[in-house]
């Protein structure tokens, strides 16, 4: 989510998505902790609030610098359902009425959050998580990923059942979506 100091949509990285819109990539970025941001809370492990945070700045970092708008053909997958971003979007999209930010996203905040990809491990076990990821984007958006070893795998796919979704949304979550998106692995 963040290199040192820097963040993925800073214009540093911007021939790296160059190359990876060139290639229609798919680009998977799981959470870590900014140089600023390490062992804040004293006993509290990073990993319970930084990670999240760290993946909502990295996504308001790409979609703020006009990254996901600029390069439309790179597929990006984010993990634990989106970690705040739900509950945060509204608030984003206040930054909207800046007119510098509102040109590098043309087609809108909403729009650019629900073509990303979301994965749901550690989110199923949260039926408020769950509710808020799907309240954001269509469930075409969510991927089956789990966080083993450091969650048992049974939680993940035990939550996810839990959750009473209909088989058609729990098939896409686990499979179809997937497949969709690397079609080489279709069986």
């Known amino acids: 989510t963040s290199y040192g100091d820097k963040y993925p949509g800073d214009p540093a990285f911007a021939g790296v998505f160059e190359e990876l819109n060139r290639r229609k990539a ?12 390490r062992r804040l809370q004293p006993g509290i492990a990073d990993t319970a609030v930084e ?3 760290d ?15 600029k390069f439309s053909d ?36 909403p729009y650019e959050l629900k073509k ?9 076990i949260s039926a408020p998580a769950m509710a808020a990821i799907t309240a954001l984007v269509p ?3 969510l991927l089956f990923g789990t966080d083993f070893p450091y969650v048992p795998m049974e939680k993940t796919v035990g939550g996810l059942t839990e ?6 949304m729990l098939r896409a979550i686990n499979r179809d979506n997937a497949e969709r998106l690397f079609p080489r692995f279709k069986t």
């Open 26 to 37: 798919v680009v998977f970025i799981h959470p870590s902790v900014a140089n600023c941001c």
């Open 116 to 124: 990303l990809h979301y994965e749901v491990a550690n989110s199923t």
């Open 74 to 109: 790179i597929r990006f997958i984010f993990t634990h359902a989106g970690g705040p971003l739900p509950v945060l979007a509204a608030r984003l999209e206040q930054q909207m009425r800046h007119p510098e930010i509102a040109a590098r996203i043309p087609r809108g905040l």
């Open 163 to 168: 959750l009473g979704y209909a088989a058609d």
């Open 139 to 141: 469930p075409s958006q």
């Open 51 to 53: 990670y999240p945070f």
């Open 55 to 69: 993946e909502v700045r990295c996504i308001m970092s790409l979609l703020f610098g006009g990254t996901f708008s």
